[in-house]
């Protein structure tokens, strides 16, 4: 089968698909046809989870397949970087480029001055980690790090747990408790919320633990806004109450865990008076909290990506995990936690991988601006971006702009819009979206693992990754990528190494189960994949490279001169950067009311957010949903979105959490100044334009 056998749908018909975008749920759809073109985008009940509804970003993924910006065949660079001048060529004429640009960097300089930039979040187990992977193995390319994102979090999870598999989202209307922990499930995965409702009619409480005054923060029973860096505080606090006042599970414990007395020490050094200092919430709703936490059973954790964007966040995350086993919580259904479940079925691409990892030098993915503007023996010199939009996601953006405008660097995005990122390229190819490929979409957060089918033709000359790498690989002579021609050989290929039914169940088009079952109870269904079966709750292996030990807690960044905190969550508009160029209006500051009185600031104002890395220009919103000392702007905006051509990302340090080298997002710590008019006083104020910093008196 080929990527244009049996893909236009004439007249008017409903194709059945698979949502693989970066989000916990992994929506089924129902897609209609008409004549070729999509004309709605619905949900399918094939998932029983997410089978109701479907997010509003993707019902409007139809607009990014037929977008003017659509890259809609391959392209060289005919002007200045950044200017957007190009010309169309032909694929052999696009690849020949990229395969002699590769092979002269390989053997001038060695197969390490080649970079492969991806994340992969938006992808499936076809369009990610197969010819790619097989193609940059065999030149023996720089290793990419992928640490943008969930860093901290998986190696938090894997060494308390495992990755055990966590409370299905169906049994959440079991728990008599439940705690969101740094996520916001109204934006990030919204099939959740149905079921936390239902919980709440049943008579649950909720506690909702995120600096802002999310939608379901405003209706909790208790909302902690705590400081961005400060969630270890708080873990610490409810651990030393559960061990301190006996409502620690001795016997759980005893039994199925190690490392509990270290624990305990590294606790008790956080009574409830300083975690409510450090974490800037009253010491009484502290104590609620711990004492609600202590009592409910079933009880259920449902920790988020948020807590971890900080140089506490992966020991922020153990201290969260760590939390049912010292009280007891697993056992019984609706009691326990959420992480991700993207390791329940236990695949990994090692089982249709030919090429074995060769060991050339890792470059983690929040240091690609000093990788490119840095790094020598030998210097970054072909850079390869692709299932990614670095110059949007990745911090210290101004250092990422630099190293992409450097004239003796040959970049490559292979993308299906022209991003920010594709504007510095000197070859754009074109790729297909989700809507015209095969793959395989994996929740990490709804268990399910379902078919991605195409339904419609592609678009243009847009080629599906396997394809092209492929072909790349048969012009390098790497006869493992040259094996992957067609996406449908590389669909058979993938399903067939999967585990138990698996492949089997997905060629039938039915949804797989995991090895647990789709709703497993933790401790009785599913046990920790660590080698001792136990919950390792002091993994010292962890502890080598963490700054301020396991469980450690670094004070906050700020200084007088930078006393805010800037964080950047998720918004209903876009994944990650994706969907962003659907956005018509400049994104907003948010502001608390008494920092903005403090500066002078109000309603629709425009502002100068700026730090020592640089500064954004956008309007501002003025009010009391988020706690005060912290301002944010939306994750994944692009550069167009701000009067500055500059988002939240060219404020936030390089810098690593300490456990797993993760992102520290929201370590940003900046100062805002109101703009007026075109006279900002008698002083200069250094400001950034692009590139340039200048001075406007």
């Excluded at 902690?224 to 610490?236: F, K, N, S, T, Y």
């Excluded at 030919?354 to 983690?364: F, K, L, M, S, Y």
């Excluded at 500066?599 to 890395?613: P, S």
Aim: aromatic share 8%; with cysteine.
């Amino acid at each position: 089968m080929s990527t244009s056998d049996t893909r236009l749908h004439w007249g008017r018909s409903t194709v059945e698909t698979a949502c693989p975008l970066d989000c916990a749920d992994s929506c089924s759809l129902a897609v209609s046809v008409e004549e070729g073109r999509i004309v709605k985008i619905d949900a399918s009940s094939h998932n029983p989870v997410t089978g109701g509804f479907i997010c509003g970003k993707v019902r409007e993924f139809a607009r990014r397949v037929y977008s003017e910006e659509r890259v809609k065949y391959p392209m060289v660079r005919t002007g200045a970087r950044g200017s957007g001048a190009y010309k169309r060529v032909s694929w052999d004429e696009a690849l020949r480029q990229v395969a002699a640009k590769i092979a002269e960097a390989r053997a001038q300089f060695g197969g390490e001055s080649i970079l492969p930039l991806y994340y992969g979040g938006s992808n499936g187990l076809v369009t990610h980690g197969t010819a790619d992977f097989e193609l940059f193995r065999g030149i023996g390319a720089s290793r990419l790090a992928r640490t943008v994102c969930a860093a901290a979090t998986g190696a938090a999870h894997a060494a308390l747990y495992g990755k055990m598999g966590g409370v299905a989202y169906d049994d959440y209307v079991h728990a008599s408790l439940i705690v969101l922990w740094g996520v916001n499930p109204s934006v990030t995965s919204t099939h959740l919320v149905p079921f936390i409702r239902e919980a709440r009619k049943r008579g649950a409480r909720l506690v909702v633990i995120d600096p802002r005054r999310t939608p379901l923060a405003r209706q909790a029973d208790l909302h902690l806004a705590v400081r961005p860096g400060a969630d270890i505080a708080v873990a610490l606090a409810v651990h030393r109450h559960l061990f301190e006042a006996g409502h620690a599970d001795t016997a759980f414990l005893a039994e199925h865990a190690t490392g509990t007395d270290r624990l305990r020490e590294r606790a008790s050094a956080w009574p409830f008076d300083r975690a409510s200092t450090v974490a800037g919430v009253p010491q009484d709703d502290l104590e609620r909290f711990a004492a609600l936490y202590a009592e409910a059973s079933p009880a259920v954790i449902r920790c988020g990506w948020g807590l971890e964007r900080n140089r506490n966040g992966g020991s922020a995350v153990m201290a969260v995990l760590a939390l049912p086993a010292v009280a007891g919580k697993f056992g019984v259904r609706g009691g326990g936690f959420t992480m991700s479940n993207s390791a329940a079925w236990g695949i990994s691409n090692a089982a249709w991988l030919e090429t074995p990892e060769p060991q050339t030098r890792i470059v983690n993915m929040n240091h690609v601006g000093r990788a490119l503007t840095e790094l020598d023996a030998p210097p970054v010199k072909v850079l390869f971006v692709y299932n990614a939009n670095p110059l949007a996601t990745l911090p210290d953006q101004n250092r990422v702009l630099r190293g992409l405008m450097r004239d003796d660097l040959f970049t490559i995005v292979f993308e299906q819009l022209i991003t920010d990122t594709a504007r510095y390229a000197d070859v754009v190819l074109p790729a297909t979206t989700f809507l015209e490929t095969y793959d395989i979409a994996r929740g990490y957060g709804a268990y399910s693992l379902q078919l991605v089918k195409p339904v419609i033709d592609v678009v243009g000359e847009a080629r599906p990754n396997v394809e092209v790498f492929g072909e790349l690989g048969r012009r390098l002579g790497v006869e493992a990528a040259a094996r992957y021609e067609l996406e449908a050989e590389a669909l058979m290929k993938v399903a067939g190494a999967l585990p138990a039914d698996a492949g089997e169940a997905l060629l039938r088009e039915e949804m797989a189960q995991p090895p647990g079952g789709r709703t497993p109870v933790q401790f009785v269904g599913v046990f920790p994949a660590t080698p001792d079966r136990k919950v390792q709750l002091w993994p010292e292996a962890l502890g080598h490279d963490a700054p301020a030990g396991l469980y450690g807690w670094q004070p906050d960044p700020g200084t007088d001169e930078y006393p805010l905190a800037l964080v950047s969550p998720a918004s209903e508009k876009s994944i990650s950067s994706t969907l962003s160029e659907l956005r018509v209006r400049p994104a907003s500051l948010y502001m608390h009311a008494d920092d903005a009185q403090a500066r002078g600031i109000g309603e629709g104002d425009t502002v100068r957010v700026f730090n020592e890395l640089g500064e954004v220009r956008c309007p501002v919103v003025v009010g009391d949903a988020i706690t005060p000392g912290t301002v944010s702007l939306p994750k994944g905006l692009w550069r167009r979105h701000t009067f500055s051509e500059t988002t939240a990302n060219a404020l936030v340090p390089d810098t690593l959490t300490d456990i797993g080298g993760g992102a520290c997002f929201n370590d940003a710590r900046v100062d805002v100044a109101r703009i007026v008019g075109a006279a900002l006083g008698s002083q200069p104020v250094q400001i950034w334009v692009g590139e340039t910093k200048g001075a406007v008196s």
